[in-house]
């Protein structure tokens, strides 16, 4: 491990962009903190440098993703059909099933090496749950985890009516991360309809708009979980 644990994180808000592009932009990241930890497996301690951290907040159009482990006939809609929707799709190199990204959803994408903040990928998804569960109590609403799935969940402790607000699936080489978590906000929740989301069919899927007894805006979202990744992690924001 390096010597020098940085914990700098450096906030980049890129707005609503395209998949392909915000898949690219962490894909370039990873791989240049991937090549720091590379080149200093051959440098003495005292001449590594520090590994870089990024967080990642943006919206994307409508967009389904399947993760490596995903079932393809987890999209119900035709790959045909998505044109008349307004929607595309991309096999991607997260782990996780089948979801939906579109305007309202507030995806952030941690792009950081473990190795500044701890080793444990399960306390990496629990740091990410747990933001989220923080950043939904700070707007009024209670949410919770359910045993053996991953992600935010709202009445966790009873099956019939629980209901997801938050899905996760991440990537990890030689602890650096990307993918991540993606928050309905406001969402149209119909886009749903067209997926069996995180390949699980009898639960649904809700949003704060639908859940909070006030407006809500994304601008609230964000800067509330923003606030909580950085507690969740130890991170100076920059």
């Known amino acids: 491990m390096n010597f020098r644990r940085n914990k700098q994180t450096r906030f980049i808000d890129l707005g609503l962009i395209d998949y392909q592009k915000a898949w690219d932009y962490q894909t370039d990241l990873f791989g240049r903190i ?9 440098l003495p301690d005292e001449a590594q440098l520090p590994t870089d951290n990024f967080l990642i907040f943006c919206e994307h159009p409508h967009v389904y993703t ?22 595309s799709f991309y096999p991607v190199n997260r782990g996780g099933d089948i979801t939906y990204h579109g305007p309202g959803q507030l995806v952030a994408y941690p792009v950081i090496d473990l190795e500044n903040f701890f080793t444990d ?3 990496y998804m629990r740091s990410l749950e747990e933001s989220v569960i923080q950043t939904l109590q700070a707007i009024g609403i ?3 985890r359910i045993k053996g799935l991953t992600g935010v969940w709202l009445d966790a402790t009873d099956a019939a009516p629980a209901r997801k607000i938050c899905a996760m ?21 119909t886009y749903f309809d067209h997926i069996v989301p995180c390949g699980i069919a009898d ?12 407006a809500v805006s ?15 992690f130890g991170m100076e924001l920059i």
């Not at 990890?172 to 309905?184: D, E, F, I, K, P």
């Open 34 to 42: 991937l090549a720091v930890k590379s080149a200093n497996r051959e």
């Open 66 to 87: 399947l993760g490596k482990s995903g079932d393809a006939a987890h999209l119900i809609i035709p790959a045909g059909d998505l044109s008349a929707i307004g929607a």
């Open 121 to 123: 990928i399960h306390q």
């Open 142 to 144: 209670t949410a919770g």
């Open 169 to 189: 699936g991440v990537k990890t080489s030689r602890w650096v991360t990307m993918h991540g978590l993606a928050l309905n906000v406001q969402p149209d929740l």
């Open 203 to 214: 639960k649904a899927v809700t949003s704060i708009a639908n859940e909070s007894q006030r």
């Open 218 to 232: 994304m601008v609230e979202v964000k800067e509330l979980l923003k606030n909580e990744l950085v507690k969740a």
